[in-house]
């Protein structure tokens, strides 16, 4: 399998699993009857043994492209049901501050999700960069950047960044979200701009308006952060 196919895969594992079980089905389709009828009434002679030969093809073909295709269905199912539950899991602030930074990105990307945007996890690699989304809802593009510090405050280098790629994209907004704290200067740099600042209780109470179920120690979330 070539790089290019892996690409496509990996893709197919991001989004919705109906997703691979409908391009699956339209491929197999495609390839099992449309080919050969295209092969057939193309055809200005009786098709000759080599034609017969290639008509031969599709029916194999058919099946091993829409079986490949249909290998994401499942582990995109996984990941989403994965995401889904490490959601509603949540119970108070402390719970989301134990989280490694991988499963703050998954949770941050669950949560817009369900607020009706299409997430992309566009490249947070390391608990450096943390979570790297962007956020795609009535032809409007958001950028979002998490730090799941608990520890220290996020200060204004962060939001400068931020910022900063927000304008080269040409992105609608920003949101910084952090378990913790911002530092003055950060929220007077946001101050006025097309940046949103989600710290530690205003991130809890987000978690908890897009849960299906709440847990009745959630409300303690909104108590103010020592």
């Not at 992309?120 to 979002?144: C, E, F, S, Y």
């Not at 200067?185 to 940046?195: C, E, L, T």
């Amino acid at each position: 399998m070539t790089r290019h196919d892996e690409s496509i895969l990996n893709s197919l594992v991001e989004i919705p699993w109906w997703v691979s079980v409908c391009l699956s089905a339209g491929v197999f389709i495609f390839v099992r009857f449309v080919v050969p009828f295209v092969a057939i009434t193309g055809a200005t002679s009786a098709p000759t043994s080599a034609l017969k030969d290639l008509l031969g093809t599709p029916s194999l073909a058919a099946w091993y492209l829409s079986l490949v295709l249909l290998i994401p269905a499942p582990i995109a199912a996984f990941h989403q049901w994965r995401e889904r539950r490490l959601l509603e899991y949540q119970t108070d602030l402390a719970n989301i501050r134990s989280l490694s930074w991988q499963q703050f990105e998954t949770l941050v990307g669950e949560a817009y999700r369900r607020q009706g945007y299409e997430v992309i996890h566009a490249g947070g690699n390391g608990p450096g960069g943390a979570a790297d989304l962007v956020l795609r809802k009535h032809g409007k593009t958001l950028l979002v950047q998490g730090k799941p510090w608990t520890e220290r405050t996020v200060g204004v280098n962060v939001v400068l960044e931020v910022f900063g790629a927000m304008t080269a994209r040409r992105a609608q907004g920003a949101i910084v979200l952090t378990s913790g704290r911002f530092t003055q200067d950060a929220q007077m740099f946001a101050r006025g701009k097309s940046v949103d600042l989600v710290e530690g209780h205003e991130l809890a109470r987000l978690i908890r308006t897009v849960q299906k179920s709440q847990p009745s120690v959630l409300p303690a979330i909104e108590r103010p952060l020592q």
